[in-house]
């Protein structure tokens, strides 16, 4: 029953971020990425609530690529950490009696990453028969060619180098491909927060806590339908309650 609701709160979700692109070219051009803008999807069905956030890498950890070193491998992992602690996020009117009851916290940074890794990988496999055609190669020449063993083999040693020289090249045709990559790449963090409320009825409002944890985040774009209707507004830092 809980994941029919859920499905149903997504699809609730989905749908309002689609009415909301239709309905502004302003947000079309700018809410696909946009520094210090963060979006919070609301949608209510009877007792359960769902609260689904998007925000952009910049927002949370200060970069939206592949991290580089270990610094920013740490950065992402305390993030994924501070986006699981939904109550120093998210506050609910008390009245309304709402718990957390499932979350989901994700990231695309290290996706990027994996995605780029995968690439090199089928490269290195085309690269691999180009190996293997050479050998092949070799070993026909080394049939007609008896007496001319060690002249042959110090043509392959010049081959050889020479098709390192094109590996270096490769590689570092690959390792500017990958910066390119980086420098391209926009990647985000998304959380769903499901909660039930016992007193639905009494649901009236959220307040974000958002900036006290991520305080690069400039403003909060929200959308949100409840039972009592269909609501709009932005959050910053010094106006912090949406109400319905």
Known sequence: M???TRFTLSAIALGMATF??????????????????????????????LVEITAPGSDIVGFEYAPQNE????????????????????ELNASANCELV?????????????????????AHDKH??????????????????????AHDKHDGHDAHDKHGGHDAHDKHDDHSEH?????????EFSAQYTFHCSNPTELQSVTSRWFD???????ISVQAITDKGVSAGELTPTSRTIRF
Not at 108 to 115: F, I, Q, V
Not at 128 to 149: A, E, I, L, Q, V
Not at 213 to 219: D, I, M, P, S
Request: no cysteine; charged share 35%.
């Open 128 to 149: 691999d028969d180009h190996d293997n055609h050479d050998k092949h190669d070799g070993h026909d020449n080394h049939d007609n060619h008896d007496g001319h063993d």
């Open 20 to 49: 909301a692109v239709a309905e502004s070219n302003d947000f079309t051009q700018h809410s696909a990425h946009q520094h210090g803008l963060v979006e919070w999807h609301i949608a209510q069905d009877g007792e359960e609530l």
């Open 102 to 122: 499932e979350q989901s916290v994700t990231q695309t940074l290290d996706e990027s990453d994996d995605h780029s890794d995968h690439d090199d990988h089928d």
């Open 179 to 187: 910066h390119q990559k980086d420098a391209e790449s926009h990647g």
């Open 213 to 219: 944890t991520f305080g690069q985040t400039e403003k």
């Open 71 to 90: 610094e920013q491998k740490a950065a992402i992992e305390q993030a994924l950490k501070s986006l699981a602690k939904a109550d120093t996020l998210i």
């Open 2 to 4: 809980r994941n029919t």
